[in-house]
């Protein structure tokens, strides 16, 4: 029994997919800007355990204009031996949902981290999606593509990050497609910038016969930290000021519009609305529109 759920926004189909979770220790390496105790709190006040936080991952596909495009790929199958089927789980799950690999039309990147990217290779390295074109946002292209970026890359996560980067696309021989934010990724799926968790992090407005959604990738992690207090400043975020200014910005938008969102690391199915509360926000997680 596979993890999916299926909804429609107009006439485009949404299969949300689960690629698992990954348990994060609450410590004061998390906040840049906030005590452990603080994450602790927050963590209690939304009823969950205190020592440890489920980041989950959810990829989705979008059956839109004859097309199967599929937003963001997980950690990669090779992780599902790894952390034994905890994540990585999303090509089974892409199978339990009666979608085949092989018949992705279009690969969309939101930004360059590795739960995003591994996904692009099975673990033997052949490309997971092999008849996919793989569309990625221009600005974060340019700068993890950028050998003068990478020798100035501060030691530790970054480095990391571009080691990942180069290794995945290399592999791929960097066939893929950059797209400019403001324009149509998709049938119906407009790229926006929300930059700060990367350089080129990116989220987008799909919309169909009246209908609208808001896929922000990472402008908001765990819902139960970063909603109520979104001037906190995750250890994650490349750009952790110009983060909080976005996901503000976002999220003010979501909830003047009431206007559905689907978040990667929400829980499943990782679809909720977003409300005003005091000086941060509320998420409601829901199953449809």
């Known amino acids: 029994m596979g993890e999916f759920h299926r909804y429609k926004v107009g006439d485009i189909e ?6 698992g979770f990954r348990q994060v220790p609450v410590n004061s390496n998390y906040l840049i800007n906030a005590s452990a105790e603080d994450l602790a709190k927050a963590l209690a006040a939304a009823g969950q355990p205190t020592d440890k936080m489920k980041n989950t991952y959810s990829p989705i596909v979008l059956t839109t204009g004859g097309k199967r495009v599929l937003v963001d790929t997980g950690n990669g199958e090779a992780a599902s031996a790894e952390s ?11 199978k339990a949902a009666g979608l ?3 018949a992705i ?28 074109e793989i569309k990625v946002p221009e600005v974060e292209w340019k700068f993890w593509m950028d050998d003068g970026e990478m020798s100035r890359a501060s030691k530790g996560r970054m480095t990391e990050l571009f080691a990942n980067n180069r290794r995945v696309f290399d592999t791929l021989k960097r066939k893929v497609t950059p797209y400019a934010w403001d324009q149509e990724v998709a049938p119906g799926m407009t790229a926006v910038g929300t930059p700060g968790h990367s350089i080129g992090h990116t989220s987008y407005v799909v919309a169909s016969a009246g209908k609208t959604i808001y896929v922000q990738s990472d402008v908001c992690n765990n819902i139960a930290v970063f909603a109520p207090y979104p001037d906190w400043h995750g250890f994650f975020d490349q750009d952790p000021p110009k983060a909080a200014a976005t996901r503000k910005r976002v999220y003010d938008m979501l909830a003047a519009e009431k206007l559905p969102v689907q978040g990667y690391h929400f829980p499943f199915p990782a679809l909720g609305r977003v409300d005003k509360s005091g000086s941060g926000y509320r998420v409601n997680v829901m199953q449809s529109l």
């Open 14 to 19: 949404v299969t949300v997919l689960s690629d």
């Open 100 to 102: 085949d690999r092989s």
């Open 105 to 132: 039309d279009i690969v969309v990147i939101s930004h360059f981290h590795a739960d995003h990217v591994n996904g692009l290779l099975m673990p033997d390295n052949s490309p997971a999606f092999p008849n996919a």
């Open 84 to 94: 034994k089927g905890e994540r990585g789980t999303l090509n089974a799950n892409l």
